[in-house]
């Protein structure tokens, strides 16, 4: 019988799959996977830390809609991995992380002092979705099968697959068919059950102001029309969750941007329906409670996610539905057309215009930052010319505390899935990544990245991966040689106990080892074979961008921000109120 590598089983698997891209950083324990993944047609996409494949994996996944690949090799590999695990699974993005490890024998219980090992499964199994280690060759089809289908069971997350490197570069006999995905894993959304589309028309129809609440759910389901019909057909405003911004475009009246907070929760005090879709109601949701939601008892919930274990998790649901979102508002679609004429779409619409005009006020309010043209500039005007500059349909990535922070604010989407952060997990560091890897999955479309100095610190070595890979990514690097958030933090919460500490706190200060030193950003960048420039006056900022993108390569922009000014954005106590438990229900 003819002999085949495991490694060239795993590779003919992913390809059935229609896997067309891997992130990671070759190396010798699985050689004749990615060898063998680029022979069949797959791209092979390297980055400088095993870190960044994690992130750009994710970033392609969402962006993509496809299943991100990222590799990594035993030991210093998995283990320089670890944090990117914990971020894409916390951020709910379809990755497969296939790891080597050591040869059998010698590990899985460790044979004591072997050589790049550690337990990978045991330390990757609590912060993943699901992590198994390959006992035999035999098993490679199954439970790589198994790995396919846990990918797309429930909510997205990272799935491990640990296989030892004699498997992976070792001969087996070429007698493993490979299967279509249909043969062993749910291809198709889950439908919701009609008589529950029913009900939920009914509610909907009766409320006398419903708020749609739309998650991450509906990107991963690709639901933006079918989203904004229903809710141009009901005449119902749209909030998100953080990680779900613009999936309802931003320029449209129906839109409440979650960086309008006092705005966001106003709607949902006054809801007297709530339809929650793909959103799990976590904490930066106040886990859907009074007083930022109104009472359960006021407010009857229809509650619609693809994973069974959210629906009435953290706020109980009149009406729990598992279903994908898209299958659940096609089917909800014309049965609420067929109750149009019941709804009180007038009285809807007279109460919506106060709120609207609240909105706008905020916005307005907040936009006459923008009239500060001192230098070094204030922080708003980077992601407000980001707007004016790249198109509507380029990728926004934002990182860090206070920059992301002030990015969001001024940031407008006006194309759904065209924005990158870490809402669940607060990274930083994430932001190059991800950049990377929205760069890979939309090679058509332009990608920046607002992101500030000490995040850019993390891994500021990718911007040649970027050169490399000719990802034409501009980073604007926000810099106030500060941690900003941290600052802020320990200046509030130090202010009223500063003479108990007389040491940590020399000469006044109400920061502990809150500043950094300085770091000319657009010179690194240079450095790496990027485009640089650097900024200070806020008339500059639009022609530099116009430059980084003529320049037609990775670009680094070191932006010089008020450090003062740096340390409150707008919204930011919200951001800091969010952390308590809320009162109510």
């Not at 949902?268 to 008892?297: F, I, N, Q, S």
């Not at 779409?345 to 709120?355: D, I, N, T, Y």
């Not at 999955?441 to 990718?462: K, L, M, N, T, W």
Request: aromatic share 8%.
């Amino acid at each position: 019988m003819a002999m085949i590598t495991g490694g060239q089983l795993i590779a003919r698997m992913l390809r059935a799959e229609e896997v067309e891209v891997l992130f990671g950083i070759p190396d010798g324990t699985y050689l004749h996977l990615f060898v063998n993944a680029v022979e069949q047609g797959m791209r092979l996409v390297t980055p400088r830390h095993e870190t960044t494949a994690a992130h750009m994996a994710g970033a392609y996944a969402r962006m993509t809609g496809k299943l991100g690949v990222c590799i990594a090799s035993n030991g210093p590999g998995v283990a320089n991995l670890l944090p990117g695990v914990a971020v894409e699974n916390a951020e709910g993005n379809r990755v497969l992380l296939i790891t080597s490890s050591r040869r059998t024998g010698i590990t899985y219980p460790d044979r004591g002092g072997a050589y790049q090992y550690f337990d990978q499964v045991g330390a990757i199994r609590p912060m993943a979705k699901w992590s198994a280690a390959i006992p035999s060759v035999e098993r490679i089809p199954e439970l790589l099968r198994k790995a396919f289908r846990a990918c797309y069971q429930g909510r997205p997350g990272v799935v491990h697959l640990d296989i030892p490197e004699n498997f992976m570069n070792g001969e087996i006999e070429d007698r493993f068919p490979v299967l279509s995905p249909h043969q062993y894993r749910r291809t198709i959304p889950f439908s919701p059950d009609a008589h529950l589309v029913e009900r939920a028309a009914e509610l909907l129809t009766r409320a006398e102001f419903p708020v749609i609440h739309a998650g991450s759910g509906v990107i991963h389901a690709g639901a933006y029309e079918e989203l904004e019909a229903v809710a141009n057909l009901l005449t119902c405003p749209v909030t998100t969750s953080w990680s779900a911004r613009g999936v309802l475009r931003e320029d449209s009246p129906l839109a409440w941007p979650m960086v309008w907070m006092p705005q966001c929760i106003e709607l949902h005090t006054m809801a007297d329906t709530v339809l929650c879709l793909g959103a799990g109601l976590g904490e930066t949701d106040w886990w859907g409670k009074a007083p930022y939601w109104r009472r359960v008892a006021e407010q009857p919930m229809i509650q619609v996610d693809v994973d069974e274990t959210v629906l009435g998790r953290n706020r109980p649901a009149e009406i729990p539905v598992l279903s994908d979102a898209r299958a659940f508002l096609s089917a909800l679609l014309p049965e609420l057309e067929k109750r149009q004429e019941s709804m009180p779409l007038a009285a809807r619409k007279e109460r919506l215009a106060g709120l609207t005009a609240s909105r706008d006020q905020a916005r307005k309010d907040a936009f006459n930052v923008l009239s500060d043209m001192s230098s070094p500039m204030v922080t708003a005007h980077v992601s407000a010319a980001c707007r004016e500059v790249f198109d509507d349909a380029a990728v926004a990535v934002f990182d860090g505390g206070n920059a992301a922070v002030w990015a969001n604010t001024f940031h407008e989407i006006r194309v759904p899935n065209t924005q990158l952060g870490t809402w669940h997990f607060g990274h930083l560091g994430a932001g190059p990544g991800q950049a990377l890897g929205a760069a890979v999955a939309r090679p058509e479309s332009q990608v920046y990245c607002v992101i500030g100095d000490g995040a850019f610190g993390f891994h500021p070595q990718e911007i040649e991966t970027a050169v490399r890979h000719d990802l034409k990514v501009v980073f604007l690097v926000c810099c106030d040689k500060q941690w900003g958030m941290v600052k802020l933090t320990q200046m509030v919460g130090l202010g009223q106990i500063k003479d108990q500490f007389p040491k940590a706190l020399q000469e006044g200060a109400l920061h502990i080892n809150g500043d950094l030193g300085e770091i000319a950003w657009d010179a690194l960048g240079r450095a790496m074979g990027a485009h640089g420039e650097r900024v200070a006056d806020p008339q500059e900022l639009k022609p530099a961008i116009e430059r980084c993108l003529n320049a037609n390569r990775c670009s680094v922009i070191h932006v010089d921000v008020d450090p003062g000014k740096h340390l409150m954005p707008p919204g930011i106590l919200y951001f800091k109120e969010m952390h308590q438990e809320p009162a109510g229900e």
